[in-house]
Structures are given as C-alpha cells and as structure tokens.
C-alpha cells in the first residue's frame, strides 16, 4: 500500500506554489515567474518518477496474472480501467499544456525549443507572464470552455470511478490527491466564479502550467494509491492462517502381511482464531478444537458405514459462505477371538461339516473361501458347509479377501484338515444299551436301531440286515436270518415265547450311513431277567 503520506520534497513544492499564486495578486515580477519555471520542472520531473513507479506495479499485475490467474483476474481488470482512464486524462492536461505554450512561444502550432527562453539558468515561456492565454483556452467564454468544462468532467470522472473500485470501508486506506472539480462556495469577493474561473482566469501563463503539471503529478499519485490497493487485495482476500502442524493421514490402521502401508503426511495450516463450522450429513454439528473437527460416532451394528457433510468457511473479504463437502467410510466388526485345535482339525465324509471363517479387520460379506484338495463349500457370511468325499486324505480351505488392498482379492489365510469317515454306529434293540435288560423291556422292542454315541453330528443309519442267535436252556442254538431293520414274524414270534434267562446274540449286523458306505458293526449281546 503507497504512503499516504507527502514527501518532504513535494510539501515544499505545494507550499511555494501556494505562496506564489498569492503573491500574483500583489505583483507578478520577473522573479516569480522565474520561480514558477523552477517548480514545474520540479514537479514534471517527480511526475515522471512516479509513472516509473506506476509502471513497475503493472508489471506486477502482469506477473500476478500469468501466475495465478484466477485468483488476480479480478482486481487485474479493474487496474486496466485504471491504466487506461489514467492515459487519457493525463493525454488531456499534456495537449492544454502544449497548446498554451505554443500560444505563449512562437505560436507555430507545436511545442518546440522556439517556444522557450533561457534567462539565469531557467528555461521559461516566451511569454510566461500572459494572462489571457489561459482564459482563452480552459475559461472563456464565460467560464464556460468546451475545453475547460471536457477538464473538469475528466477529473470528476477519475474520481468517481476510483471510489467506486474501492469498498467504502476501505476508502481510509488510499488518499485522494485530486481534489474535486467544484465551484467555489466561500466567495469573498461580490463577483461569483466557477471553477473554471477560479483557477484558470486571468492567471499568468507559467503559473497555469505550473498548475497543470501539479494535476499531473496528483493523478498520478492517486493512480500509485488506487494501484497499490488493488495489487494487495489479490492476496487479502485469501484465507489467514496462523497454526501449522503436521498430520499423517493412513488409508488404514489396520493391515495384513503382504500388505503396503500407506499414508499422506502433510502440513496443515489453519486459523486457531476462527470457529469452523463443520456438520454432518442430517446437520449435526462437529465439536472444534485447534482448528480440526473432532469426530465421534459409536458403532453399534456391524459393516460398512459411509458418512459425510460439509464445512462452512466464511471469505475474509466478502463476507460470502463457501461450503466444502467432504465423505469417507469405515468398516465395523464384531470382536472375535479365533481358536484353531492345531490335532482336531477334522472334516467328516458324507455330513454337512459347519464351519465358521472371520478375518479381522475384513467384513464377512467380503470373504471369499474354497477348498482344495477335493470337496465344496457353500455358505456366506462367515458361516459355511463343507462336504468332502474321502477319508484318509488331507484338504485346505483357502481364505481370501475381496478388495482387502483395494486390487481385487488377497489371500488371507489357509487351514489344513484331516477327512475321516463317520465313526461306527452301535447295533442296539430299539436303542436298549446291550447287556441285562429285563423280558417285559425286550420284548417291547420291534426291531434293530444303530446308535452313534457322543458324535456331535445327528446323523442316520439304516439297518440293512442282521442275524439273530437264539440260546434258551435245554435248545438248540437256532440262527435267524432278518432283512431290513423290522423283525420278520419268525424273529417276533420267538421274541414273544422268550423268557427269562434267555440269551440273543445279534450280528452280521450291516447298515448304510449317509456317506453310502455299508459297514458290518459288532455283535450286540442281550440276557433277559
């Protein structure tokens, strides 16, 4: 931002010309004109420093532009306006300025080296003493020259269209050095001027261009302040910040061996001083500390939860609401402890063999198993049924996980079992336990059953046949021979004539399970008491 402050160079310089315009009311001596020469050369020559000045924060809009041209567009264009209304009333004073020397030099219609004199070292106006020059091209007629009233409107023009470039509330950051262009109010004399008259009429030709070249050097001034202004609003209005950290952003916690970790780190500034204002999806509002939302949520059922909102930042400059949405998800797992019995890992033929897989850090709908070595497996979950077809053999069941390393599938895990046929069932008399059973228990019963004890699994037997041994006292042993599980009426009938003491053996007992197999189970021995 341009001082606003005058240098002591140009306090100087106003003030003698503020002194010299009141002593030409007295007397306009040689002395004073010669003065008047001294300080437009002063004043022309810090006008044109300054346009230097000038030029150089163009060329920093420039720069600014082709770097960020987004952000500087704005206040860039505002300064182009600036440029080129600059131009033109500075072309405006410049062309008076010519015409009036002319007219006060040899009058050949240019400015030109005929136009001036040299007297003690100062190059001075032919005719700088004239006071009619000046009337005839900025007052008459009657303060109303066409050309007077174009230097007045440009001048009123120039203003307007700085203040309107700078907020109000900023206006206290600029100063204004081209006053503007009214008529008189405080009068003194009985005779009213305009401003045109007040300033322009019957004035001696080297204090008019004196004058003029101090509306030179105040537009350009006022171009610095308005340029400067502008150029430093390109940055005003981005977002402050006073707090830096670093920050590790992990696309996960939670990894498995073969795995990358991956994570951003960062450094994160923010505005310690500022209230964000952060909500969720819904318009729950995020608590804030030290510039970061603190969120919490409580996991209460398990799978992906994705979830998102927004945060409101308000511009430091315009006071406008920008809102920034932002999403992400998680995953929720049930806790679980898995506990593999490394000698009992067995499989059954012929059953349904129910198994449970989890993978921490791994949703169960993401898990894909297989078996290898022979067999299926079917289910979902987590929870699972796998068949398999013979025994003696070894099998794996391979784990993996879809979209694990966001590539497809992972292999997570393999577990090896032994496949092993279902134990024998025992052949029992309508499930009685073989031993003493007493007469009114046995003969209750009406055929054979095979009975798995202490196996986990419900599973069925059928009785393809048997043979029944009969010893009773002073008999006989007599075979009988039984196909399927129900007694035939001979085996009935013997049954119903037993008696206490009898003795029944029961082999060449053959039963098929549900893996097929036809097995020959162990005699069953019964006595009846």
């Known amino acids: 931002m341009a001082s606003a402050k005058l240098s002591p160079r140009q306090r100087m310089i106003n003030m003698m010309y503020l002194v010299l315009t009141a002593m030409l009311a007295l007397n306009v001596s040689a002395e004073i004109l010669k003065a008047f020469?001294?300080?437009n050369k002063s004043l022309e020559e810090t006008s044109l420093s300054v346009g230097q000045k000038n030029e150089a924060l163009y060329k920093a809009f420039d720069d600014r532009m082709e770097k960020e041209p987004g952000k500087a567009?704005?206040?860039?264009?505002?300064?182009?306006?600036?440029?080129?209304?600059?131009?033109?009333?500075?072309?405006?004073?410049?062309?008076?300025k010519e015409m009036m020397i002319d007219l006060g030099g040899n009058q050949n219609q240019k400015m030109d080296e005929g136009d001036f004199k040299v007297e003690a070292g100062a190059r001075r106006v032919i005719d700088?003493?004239?006071?009619?020059?000046?009337?005839?091209?900025?007052?008459?007629?009657?303060?109303?020259?066409?050309?007077?009233?174009?230097?007045?409107?440009?001048?009123?023009?120039?203003?307007?269209?700085?203040?309107?470039?700078?907020?109000?509330?900023?206006?206290?950051?600029?100063?204004?050095?081209?006053?503007?262009?009214?008529?008189?109010?405080?009068?003194?004399?009985?005779?009213?001027?305009n401003w045109l008259q007040s300033n322009f009429g019957e004035m001696p030709l080297s204090g008019v261009i004196t004058l003029l070249s101090k509306y030179e050097s105040d537009i350009r001034n006022t171009e610095t302040e308005v340029i400067s202004y502008l150029l430093s609003q390109i940055d005003a209005a981005s977002y402050k910040f006073d707090k830096v950290e670093a920050k590790v952003v992990a696309r996960s916690s939670y990894i498995l061996t073969g795995q990358d970790y991956e994570a951003d780190i960062l450094l994160v500034a923010y505005d310690s001083r500022q209230d964000l204002d952060i909500r969720l999806e819904g318009g729950t509002k995020v608590p804030v500390e030290a510039g970061m939302g603190k969120l919490k949520i409580r996991a209460t059922s398990e799978g992906e939860k994705k979830w998102g909102g927004f945060?409101?930042?308000?511009?430091?400059?315009?006071?406008?609401?920008?809102r920034y949405p932002?999403?992400?998800s998680y995953t929720v797992a049930r806790p679980a402890a898995v506990v593999s019995p490394d000698k009992m890992n067995v499989l059954y033929v012929g059953v349904d063999n129910p198994v449970s897989i989890s993978a921490p850090g791994v949703t169960p709908e993401n898990l894909l198993p297989a078996i290898s070595g022979g067999g299926t497996i079917t289910g979902s979950k987590g929870k699972y049924i796998v068949r398999v077809n013979t025994p003696g053999m070894n099998i794996n069941v391979d784990v993996r996980g879809k979209g694990v390393d966001g590539k497809g599938s992972q292999m997570l895990g393999s577990t090896l079992f032994r496949v092993k046929a279902v134990p024998d069932p025992q052949a029992t008399i309508g499930g009685l336990t073989p031993g003493s059973v007493s007469v009114s228990q046995f003969k209750a019963q009406g055929g054979m059953?095979?009975?798995?004890?202490?196996?986990?699994?419900?599973?069925?037997?059928?009785?393809?046949?048997f043979r029944m041994l009969y010893f009773a006292a002073r008999k006989d042993v007599?075979?009988?021979?039984?196909?399927?599980?129900?007694?035939?009426?001979?085996?009935?009938?013997?049954?119903?004539?037993?008696?206490?003491?009898?003795?029944?053996i029961f082999d060449e007992v053959k039963v098929v399970g549900p893996d097929k197999i036809t097995r020959k189970l162990p005699p069953a021995v019964y006595s009846i008491n």
């Open 128 to 193: 700088d003493g004239n006071i009619d020059i000046s009337s005839q091209v900025l007052v008459n007629p009657e303060g109303k020259s066409p050309k007077g009233l174009e230097f007045k409107r440009l001048i009123n023009e120039y203003r307007s269209l700085i203040l309107n470039m700078v907020p109000k509330s900023d206006l206290k950051e600029i100063k204004l050095y081209l006053d503007e262009a009214v008529d008189p109010s405080d009068q003194l004399s009985g005779v009213k001027k």
């Open 311 to 322: 945060i409101n930042v308000v511009s430091p400059t315009s006071g406008e609401l920008t």
């Open 326 to 328: 932002f999403s992400s």
């Open 478 to 504: 007599e075979p009988f021979a039984n196909t399927g599980a129900i007694y035939n009426a001979k085996i009935q009938q013997i049954i119903r004539n037993s008696k206490a003491g009898d003795r029944f």
């Open 37 to 39: 020469a001294m300080i």
């Open 449 to 465: 059953i095979a009975t798995l004890k202490d196996f986990d699994f419900d599973m069925r037997f059928d009785i393809i046949s």
């Open 73 to 96: 567009k704005a206040n860039f264009d505002k300064a182009q306006i600036i440029r080129k209304k600059t131009k033109e009333i500075l072309k405006f004073v410049k062309e008076a």
